[in-house]
């Protein structure tokens, strides 16, 4: 329990840290608030232990959302997957878990670091929500409450952006999620897609300022 406590106080020790040089070296102009960036991405979830034998992850979509800050970068995305059901057995009884599907919203802060001359490195740490909309219930309205269930997570967010042209860059990113269920579960995020730089209106520009 001690070394898994450390590990991880090592990762936000680091992490705060290279935002900290980032910061100190940082030089904020008025031209990083006149775009955003969107992105779409195919993306797989690698499900720990305790979910593995009871389900299945389709491939999912991930949407995101970049807007420049004054320090680091605010990104926010949603994926969407669908849970297939899988057999399992307890002692000699054999079990069928159930068809969901999983809406995940997220934001996340970091910082971008630049590795080469296409080649840039984002990490950041997130807060989100996992929502479940169980198959037992498609037959009613999408609702928050008590159609579906949602849980809190925390993210650690890796991306790696390599630069194709002025507008469009190739995405790779990692997601570590911990959702806070009474037994904790850990679900890893892989995803691959495109994004798009996007010029502000000058009103969003203004406000963003």
Known sequence: MLYY???????????????YVQVKHADFTSEDFDTFRISIQIQKDV???????????????NLGLELPFYIGLVKTNIDFF????????????????????????????????????????????????????????????????????????FSFSSILDYNLNEKFNLVFSIQHNHVLTYQKIRINSIAIGISKK???PKWLSMVLR
Request: charged share 20%.
């Open 5 to 19: 406590n450390m590990k991880y106080f090592v990762i936000i020790f680091s992490f705060i840290s290279i935002c």
């Open 47 to 61: 499900l720990d232990n305790k979910l593995k034998k009871y389900y299945e992850p389709s491939n999912g979509i």
């Open 82 to 153: 669908i849970y297939d059901k899988l057999k399992f057995q307890i002692g000699d009884n054999t079990y069928e878990s159930q068809k969901f599907i999983s809406i995940h919203p997220n934001m996340v802060w970091g910082i971008k670091l630049k590795l080469y001359q296409n080649i840039k490195w984002f990490n950041g740490l997130g807060l989100g929500g996992y929502i479940y909309y169980p198959e037992s219930n498609w037959d009613s309205y999408f609702t928050l409450g008590k159609n579906t269930e949602t849980e809190l997570s």
């Open 198 to 200: 996007i010029n502000n």
